[in-house]
């Protein structure tokens, strides 16, 4: 099944996620619900929070095409297994620096400037609870920071600029309210 993407103005996305105990069947489903959802969305990651759960698992699917260093360049991480299952991720590593523009499913059409590390090294666990760990760069490093942030309630207009900030404030107070009150109308079970 496909979810329906929470947005901005839902208070479970600045919940903390609890850590994965259990590796067995449910998890599986939601981690194959949430990798159609977040294609369906058009996105490369997705963290549970996004579909209104608590646990620590995310996903991340970046294409080959945008795996690259420039346009057209060689592929900048050829060995990752994709898409990306974590469960219970932690970055261990950092290094460098890249600004880029960063979008977020739960913010549609709200883009901004972001600063990540270029790389980082992350350990998480896959789907049956094998301890693995991945250095990454680029986009996919960009992505792996932005979905272990959702993880821990931290949100795409955290990293902005005040200016940025304030430039959006009509928007993210639109988007704040259609949330509500789609809430409202229909309140998670
Ligand atoms: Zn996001």
Request: with cysteine.
């Amino acid at each position: 099944m496909n979810f329906e993407v929470v947005t901005y103005g839902d208070s479970v996305l600045r919940k903390k996620a609890e850590p994965v105990k259990a590796f067995n069947a449910d998890l599986r489903s939601l981690a194959l619900d949430m990798i159609r959802t977040m294609h369906a969305a058009n996105g490369v990651g997705l963290a549970a929070e996004q579909v209104g759960r608590t646990c620590s698992l995310c996903v991340i699917d970046v294409p080959p095409a945008a795996d690259v260093e420039g346009e057209g360049g060689p592929r900048l991480n050829p060995m990752a297994p994709m898409p990306l299952i974590m469960a219970n991720p932690r970055i261990t590593a950092r290094a460098g620096e890249m600004e880029g523009d960063e979008g977020c499913l739960s913010f549609p059409a709200i883009y901004g400037p972001v600063k990540r590390a270029y790389e980082v090294t992350v350990e998480y666990q896959d789907l049956d609870g094998i301890q693995r760990a991945l250095t990454v760069r680029g986009l996919l490093s960009r992505a792996v920071q932005h979905e272990l942030d959702h993880l821990r309630g931290v949100l795409l207009i955290d990293h902005f600029s005040v200016p940025r900030k304030l430039s959006l404030a009509l928007s993210l107070k639109r988007l704040k309210k259609e949330t509500q009150e789609r809430l409202k109308a229909c309140p998670p079970a």
